[in-house]
């Protein structure tokens, strides 16, 4: 069993930063592939990004790409998502997955663990 925390939503201004986090408890975070994803009011959870459980291979929806970044330390047991020049379409709550493989998955039904979320709002 893992448990996952979100954390460091809130309010960012389009064109700002945000950096989300993950922590993870329970077994061992390294063997463990991560994703985030986002669900806007009235709408599906969607796939943001992914990262595989060692790092070394990252995934990106075309909507973020170039603008949000995956990464993870294994060594905190967490894995981030940094959010640059967000727009008021990244709104949305942003939920962390994660899964017992090595290797990243790009669809909801991939992951088995799943935190509470995170709120970003962007403003315009």
């Known amino acids: 069993q893992v448990q996952l925390v979100e954390s460091g939503g809130g309010l960012v201004q389009a064109g700002g930063s945000l950096r989300l986090s993950c922590a993870a408890s329970g077994r061992t975070f390294s063997g463990y592939a991560m994703g985030w994803f986002r669900q806007a009011p009235g709408k599906e959870r969607e796939y943001v990004a992914a990262?595989?459980?060692?790092?070394?291979?990252?995934y990106y929806a075309d909507s973020v790409k170039g603008r949000f970044t995956i990464s993870r330390d294994n060594r905190k047991n967490t894995a981030y998502l940094q959010m640059n020049s967000p727009i008021p379409e990244d709104t949305a709550d942003y939920y962390c997955g994660g899964r017992s493989y090595f290797s990243a998955g790009t669809y909801h039904r991939d992951y088995i663990y799943w935190g509470q979320g995170t709120q970003v709002t962007v403003s315009s």
């Open positions: 990262i595989s459980a060692t790092g070394g291979s990252t």
